[in-house]
């Protein structure tokens, strides 16, 4: 966990960070990320990589599958070539072998070319593109060599083979770090960007509910959400949640502003943001109840983090001066908070619909009768 650092400036100059995140002077918000990063998975691979052959290895090796014999078949005689294609093997094809060893590598050139300017300008889309598929190669990779290595320990290699195994994933996630703090970088861009946006609803939302009265605006006045914005919005704050860079970085009060907007933004999009709510009750009334507004309200929040492509989560930290008090950042947390904000909100609309006059239908006999 670590503790907020200053206000961001990148949008303190416009928004009230602090004000939109519920948090007075003096107090902090910590940020505590729940994933296991990829880099344990790097580590978890080279502490296989030991000189030592324990005895299930060695007696593994005297008691190679056809598959494993017809394998040693195609091993070159060459110790030069053997080492190269052993390497290929173990992290998954020449081709990442080649992108790893190469100092001239596209993914390595791309990572020189961004690294000195991300912290200012965010990454072009084909950019992002690029090096968001280099760093799932070198994952891919590791992965590769983690399995190989359980398979068949070090038993193919020798001394000088398991250095050099050894610097070379060493070096493979080296590029992994940089690459996930290069990431991490673009990703504040982008959660400062969903915070204004965000915050720009916000505002709208506040200028339509002042000019509510018991009943709904007519249907030209309704404001309109656009839902692929509202889902790329969730879907920056999540895929930030889960970047360690920006997990270990970001200011805490940064976070909880989003997460604050983001129940407001989603509860007014369900019941107010495309109007259907309008309309049901505009038809029905105070005949759809409760219950038919609650279930459409959840629907409409539920189909926007449904598109969300992450479900990373981490817990924020508000310490005041005698307390302290915790808010999850997840998916489903989010949504529980949207829901019940939303629901609420239309409860409190409903009962002066629910007022207005009804008309008495008098039964057929009645009329007969004369009876009221």
Known sequence: ?????PFDQTVEATLNLGEIANVRRGEKVQVRP??????????????????????VVRERSKQLSSAEAARDEY?????????????????GGYEKLHDLVYAY???LNLIEVVRETVAQTPLRPLQLRDLTAYRMQILEAMASAQAYLQDHGTTDFSN????????????????????????????MHELNAAVVLLHTYAEKMRSVEETLSGVFLVESEVMFIPPNELIRCVDAIFRGVANPY?????????????????????????????????????????????FGITTYVRREIRQIFEACQVKNRLVLRRVMQDAAQEFELSVSAIQRAAEETAVENVRRMMPSIATQPKLRIRSWWRRLLGLR
Do not use: C, W
């Not at 729940?34 to 005895?55: G, H, I």
């Open 1 to 5: 966990m670590h503790s907020a650092a």
């Open 34 to 55: 729940e994933k296991v990063y990829a880099e344990d998975a790097f580590q978890r691979t080279l502490t296989l990589l030991s000189l030592e052959r324990s005895d």
């Open 75 to 91: 091993v070159p005689d060459n110790a030069q070539l053997r080492t190269v294609f052993l390497f290929a093997e173990a992290v």
């Open 105 to 107: 590598s596209p993914g």
């Open 160 to 187: 000088d083979d398991v250095r050099q195994l050894y610097e070379l994933l060493t070096e493979a996630q080296s590029r992994a770090i940089q690459i996930d703090k290069i990431l991490g970088q673009n990703l």
């Open 246 to 290: 920006l997990a270990a970085n970001v200011d805490g009060v940064t976070l909880l502003a989003a997460r604050n907007l983001l129940i407001q933004v989603v509860a007014f999009y369900s019941y107010y943001g495309k109007t259907q709510i309008y309309k049901m009750l505009n038809r029905a009334g105070a005949t759809q109840g409760t």
